[in-house]
Each structure stands twice: as structure tokens, then as C-alpha cells.
């Protein structure tokens, strides 16, 4: 990965000096993984038939997915990063963890550990018998656990850290937070729209393992704890969709919470400040005393006006609308 300010480019989408690689190119890479694998698998099977009963052809989609759901979050996170450190001016925290840890050398070793966890599981959940007619079509099918695995797994890093950068980030909303911005979030709306966006990425490729898990015959689901490691590895990507969703969400929550109660409280002040200003009026001829009246409301009104816009302004990401 190089990064300088706020680039992010991975090694699976380097920057050219054309610029990136374009979607259609993006596409094809992921169709391309994932229909290798389908042909593989159909071609080696003694019994075509059995390609469509134990889903194997759903394994190649979650391939594909995984792929191709990776790069449109790289595409989304990147611009999340230039807004962030809009946020954090010098002090750019959440980029420095993107730095340290959305390396090459962290995507390959976090990839190889789920793609060796991935094969672990379906190793033990039970390969369906009708595939080991084939030691090819059986060394292919665990070969597509590991591709499925390898791409989950890079996905699943960079949620981890992009959580750990929105936990560094939400400190310096005490600063930076905009109560006027017409998003009604203090300007970090679309931030919050990332991570919804992200955990619906994850959801559709949890959809997709869930069906492929349920689909298979898998031989060895009559003991107990191999029924224990399909409900685990079955709710691994709902957890980690809520949990992009979730965690940063309440990170943020209490950030702008305490803003809107240190403003608020400000505002209060100066009210009160203002509303002693009219016994302090001093003696003088009518036109005097209309024009710092006037001012005065004016102030007032403008103060009400802050103070509205901070209570209807959203805590987070995870928070509706306050009721007017």
C-alpha cells in the first residue's frame, strides 16, 4: 500500500499514473476468480449433478463477491479518509493507523489466517462425500475455501481497522463538528453513510455463505460441536456487520453528546448574560434604548436558533432524527 496523506491504494488496487483501475477491469477480476473456480469444480466432478446439489456453484459467487465487495469498499473508504482528515486537520490519527495496518503484508497475513480457518472448517464441517468420488474434484473444493477465505479475510481486516480509525477519530469531533451544516449531523453524515454501506456489503456476503452452508450435505453436522462451529462461522459476518455499524456509532454517540452539552451549556450562558443586559439599560433618549433593545433580540434569536440546531442535530450514524 503507499498512503500520503490520505491515499489509500492496496496492492489489489494500485494507483497508476492513469489513476486506478477501472470498474469494468475490477469487475472482470472478480467474475474472473470466481468463474475459474466454478469450471474447475464442474469439470472435475465425476457427477455433474452433484455440482448443483451440494451448491458448489454458490461458492464461486461468494468468491466473486468477496472480491468485488472489497474493491468498492476501497473505493468508498478512500474518500471516507479525505473527510476525516477534513476533520482532524494536522493531527490526522485515523490515518496513521490506515498506515500502520492496511499494509500489503497485514492484507496477505490477515487473508492467509481466515483462508487457513475457512478450509479448517469446511475440513471439519465434513466435505460431502458424492465430491470425494475425485481427488481432484476434493483438492479443488478445498481450494475454494481457501480463495473464499482469503478474500473474506482481507475484508474482515480492514473492518477491524477501520473501526480501530473511526475509535482514534471521534475525538476531535469535539472540535470540528458544524452544528449549521445542512446534513443535521454536524457534517459527518456521509461517514456514517460509509459504515451502513459497508455493513450492507457484509451482509450480502454473509447472505450468501448462509445459503451455501445451509445447502450443502456437510457429513459430519451429527456431532456436537461441529454444529457449534457452523452456528459460529454462520454468524461470523452478521457480527461483523453489526459490529462496523455499532461500535464506531457509539464511539461518535458520546463524542457529540458531550459537544452538544458543552455548547449547549454556553449558549445558556451567554442567554442568561443577555437577558441581564436588559436591567442594565442606562438612561438615555428613546432611540438609544429601541437600538439596544433590537440588538439585543437579535442576539436572542440568533442564540435560540444555535441552541435548536444542536438538539435536533443527530448524535450519530445510529441515531435517528430528534423530533422537532
Known amino acids: 500500500m503507499e498512503s500520503k496523506h490520505t491515499e489509500f491504494y492496496p496492492f489489489y488496487d494500485p494507483l497508476y499514473k492513469e489513476g486506478t ?15 475459474f473456480y466454478i469450471l474447475l469444480q464442474y469439470f472435475s466432478l465425476p457427477d455433474k449433478i452433484v455440482f448443483f446439489q451440494q451448491y458448489c456453484w454458490i461458492l464461486g459467487v461468494i468468491i466473486s463477491t468477496s472480491i468485488m465487495a ?38 496477505f497475513f490477515a487473508g492467509a489466517i481466515l483462508a487457513i480457518s475457512n478450509t479448517t472448517i469446511g475440513h471439519l464441517l465434513g466435505v460431502p462425500g458424492a465430491v470425494h468420488d475425485s481427488a481432484i474434484a476434493l483438492s479443488i ?34 472540535h470540528s463538528l458544524d452544528p449549521n451544516n445542512p446534513d443535521g449531523n454536524g457534517g459527518i453524515k456521509k461517514l456514517g453513510d460509509s459504515l451502513w454501506f459497508f455493513a450492507m456489503l457484509t451482509f450480502v456476503v454473509g ?72 436591567k442594565e439599560f442606562q438612561e438615555g433618549d428613546d432611540d438609544e434604548i429601541i437600538a439596544t433593545k433590537k440588538e439585543l433580540n437579535e442576539k436572542l434569536n440568533y442564540i435560540q436558533e444555535q441552541m435548536d440546531k444542536l438538539k435536533k442535530m443527530r448524535d450519530s450514524h445510529i441515531d435517528g432524527k430528534t423530533k422537532e
Open 141 to 174: 473444493q478445498y481450494a475454494g475455501f481457501t480463495m473464499a477465505g482469503f478474500s473474506a479475510g482481507m475484508g474482515v481486516w480492514a473492518i477491524v481497522v477501520i473501526i480501530v480509525s473511526y475509535l482514534k477519530f471521534a475525538p476531535s469531533l469535539q
Open 21 to 35: 483501475i477501472s470498474y469494468a477491469t475490477k469487475t472482470g477480476i472478480s467474475l474472473g476468480f470466481g468463474a
Open 207 to 278: 447472505v450468501l455463505i448462509s445459503i451455501y452452508m445451509f445447502g450443502v450435505q456437510w457429513e459430519f453436522m451429527y456431532k456436537g460441536y461441529v454444529r457449534l462451529l457452523f452456528i459460529v462461522w454462520l454468524a461470523l459476518p452478521y457480527l461483523v456487520a453489526i459490529s462496523i455499524v455499532l461500535i464506531p456509532g457509539l464511539a461518535v454517540r458520546k463524542q457529540v453528546n458531550q459537544y452538544k452539552s458543552y455548547k449547549i451549556g454556553q449558549l445558556k450562558q451567554q442567554k442568561a448574560q443577555v437577558y441581564t443586559s436588559y
Open 70 to 107: 472489497l474493491y468498492i469498499a476501497t473505493d468508498v473508504f478512500r474518500r471516507s479518509l479525505v473527510t476525516m482528515s477534513e476533520f482532524e486537520g494536522d493531527n490526522r490519527v485515523s490515518n496513521q493507523v490506515v498506515e500502520t495496518w492496511l499494509n500489503n503484508k497485514w492484507y
